[in-house]
């Protein structure tokens, strides 16, 4: 248990410990004899309190009570919500286009190309579409793990491999086609 939910649960304790003393005065307490009139005065074992007085400590004591558990709560969405935004970890979207070093107007599709995120290895496929275009959905990234490894491989051509920043998204792939005598010996 942190300190902030051991002092939030202090003071609530004291907060519920006053409104329930003051609860208890309000009920068992008598009114003074001969008190009339808009400003009444209750006495309680030797203690005399104007009802408006108990009313508002009954009202601070409830808030005094409630404040803490109210504050650790907000603190914990504000918290959360600064790791999914600042700290922790985000998605990238990374997309590009497939080329032919050998002709650049052609078209390369039906072509998988697989990015893994090098520190925590999650990996994701995604398939060139008719323009050899390519995307990814989210790829998780953290502060320590925010380069992916990109990789192509098709049979007639070199692999290719690339580490990419996570502030890259936009990425050109250019494949090589293997030499002939390098394609024709592993053919054999």
């Known amino acids: 248990m942190d300190a902030l939910v051991g002092f939030s649960i ?22 003074i004899a001969g008190d009339r009139g808009a400003r009444q005065v209750i006495k309680f074992h030797g203690l005399e309190l104007e009802t408006n007085s108990i009313m508002l400590l009954l009202i601070v004591s409830l808030i005094a009570a409630a404040s803490p558990m109210v504050l650790y709560g907000w603190l914990r969405l504000k918290q959360q919500a600064l790791q999914e935004t600042h700290g922790g970890e985000a998605k990238i979207y990374l997309s590009g286009e497939l080329a032919d070093a050998s002709d650049p107007s052609a078209k390369l599709a039906g072509i998988s190309v697989t990015a893994t995120n090098g520190d925590t290895q999650e990996t994701r496929v ?63």
């Not at 290719?160 to 002939?180: D, G, Y």
């Open 10 to 31: 202090g003071v609530f304790v004291l907060g519920a410990t006053l409104c329930g003393f003051f609860m208890v005065f309000l009920i068992r307490g008598r009114p």
């Open 126 to 188: 995604a398939t060139s579409d008719q323009q050899g275009s390519f995307e990814f959905e989210g790829i998780r990234i953290t502060d320590g793990a925010n380069h992916i490894r990109l990789l192509v491989e098709r049979e007639g051509y070199l692999p290719f491999q690339k580490v990419i920043p996570a502030n890259e998204q936009n990425v050109r792939v250019t494949l090589s086609r293997k030499p002939a005598s390098s394609a024709e010996s592993v053919g054999r």
